[in-house]
């Protein structure tokens, strides 16, 4: 079985419907494919992120830094913070230094999707910077290629770039824009890919083994 965990941070609902949108993909490779969603502990007080109107997320678990090794794949999502990942998913990573020492992450695919609050936010800034991160776990990095169509759309403002899918979130504005449909389908399109990407390499390694 491929197991793929997409784990995410999201303060106001959109990182997390994409994250059910990418283990929708994951799902629909068949054969075996598991999706995992978890997201990364709020580092914001309690107090302050009710005023903020932050999405409580009880019903989704809480990754633990150890865990990460267990799976095929990890695609991660998170919102941009002036251009890069949020400070909630950049500490639980920077918690990944006994997997590094190990190389436990060394070989397994990682993938990004993000969200801005405008249409030049930083996505692609965020998710090449996470990039960073996964690289220097040992990482085999798999973006959201252009065999997804949806990315050439000139009929409406859309996320999405070969780096990874996005979704605009319009948070300074009301943050009424939900993901819109081909935002979730190139979501989906990148579950699905990092999946079949996961599969191969390890049926390679299991051959070479």
Do not use: C
């Amino acid at each position: 079985m491929t197991q793929v965990l997409v784990l995410y941070y999201s303060s106001y609902g959109h990182i997390a419907t994409m994250a059910a949108a990418v283990a929708e993909g994951v799902r629909s490779l068949g054969g075996g494919a598991k999706a995992v969603v978890k997201r990364v502990p709020e580092l914001v007080p309690e107090h302050i992120a009710r005023k903020a109107g932050y999405q409580a997320m009880p019903d989704v678990p809480v990754a633990s830094v150890g865990e990460l090794a267990d799976y095929d794949a990890i695609v991660i999502g998170t919102p941009t913070r002036f251009g890069s990942m949020a400070a909630q998913m950049k500490n639980f990573l920077d918690q990944a230094g006994g997997l590094w020492a190990r190389d436990a992450l060394v070989g397994k695919v990682g993938s990004v999707f993000t969200s801005t609050g405008s249409q030049h936010g930083g996505q692609e800034s965020t998710i090449l910077s996470t990039h960073t991160v996964l690289l220097h776990l040992g990482m085999v990095i798999v973006g959201l290629p252009y065999r997804f169509k949806g990315q050439l759309r000139m009929d409406e403002i859309t996320g999405g770039s070969p780096y990874g899918a996005s979704t605009l979130a319009d948070d300074g504005h009301g943050g009424d824009r939900q993901p819109s449909a081909n935002e979730l389908e190139g979501a989906r399109y990148q579950g699905r890919h990092v999946a079949h990407v996961a599969r191969a390499l390890r049926q390679a390694q299991a051959v070479a083994a």
